[in-house]
């Protein structure tokens, strides 16, 4: 799992996460007058609020968590997995909710008996973790400043000194790249040499020199690969145009542009697999 790929986001619903977990282990009840020596249970001595808040809470949690870390989402039912976890972290708020307005649950619904009991330390952190967790799952696609990467992208290391080796590796931003379509430069040995500059143009046989030859076709110049981080998990279509995603961009990861169609790029991962990325809105140049 890409731990660079998650968001701002995705950083709250773990806090949520953890503070629902440590709720799970405070008072579930809270009665006045009862001495402190006095053990009440804790959430989990409540069946229905473990399997309604605890655990539908910290498996929401696991569930965004997990969809975002992924190089590709898996479905379930056509749903991916983070979709099902904001629908756990609703259901788990609402829950919360609930237990709250009736700690007692039906005890209160026994003729002669007597409700006294309020919501303990445990229940009342638990419903603010949840609703929180369940704010923010629903809001995370909607908000720009929660889908910024929790773990920001490294910025490109400074040039290196003149005859000094760059790191090697692919994905290093750092290192020299060619102009795109530009020649090797020029190395320090002489004619013919293996720095060489290639020899100009060979006369066609029978030609005579200084009479004006057919020109050959030269790759653009205006384009030269760059390293570049996406500010958001974004797909990579396939250069022939199918709908169907060959893999997902991930903050904090350098990806090396190759090709510019238009306002799109075509870009290639780690792998070697080599893609159209459709939305370049706030990349990051490296």
Known sequence: MNIRSLTRGDGVVIGAAVLLFIASFLDLYSFDGVPDSVDLPSLWGSGPVVLSVVLAGLIAAALIVISRGLPQTPKVAGLDLGQFGTAFAVFAAWSALGNVFDVAGGADNIEGARDSADPGTG??????????????????????????????????????????????????????????????????????????????????????????????????????PFWFAVPAPRPLFAEDGSPTPIAELAPGTWYLAVEQRGAQLVAQTQDGRRGVLQDTSGIQRG
Do not use: K, N, W
């Open 123 to 224: 229940l009342i952190l638990a419903l603010i973790a949840t609703l929180i967790m369940a704010a923010v799952a629903v809001a995370t696609p909607l908000v720009g400043a929660l889908q910024a990467p929790l773990v920001p992208a490294g910025h490109p290391q400074a040039p290196q000194p003149y005859g000094a080796q760059p790191p090697g590796g692919y994905g290093y931003p750092g290192a020299p790249q060619q102009p795109y379509g530009a020649q090797p430069q020029a190395g320090p040995a002489g004619p013919g040499g293996p720095g060489a500059p290639a020899a100009g143009p060979q006369q066609p046989y029978g030609a005579q020199p200084g009479q004006p030859q057919p020109q050959t076709a030269q790759p653009a110049g205006d384009f030269s």
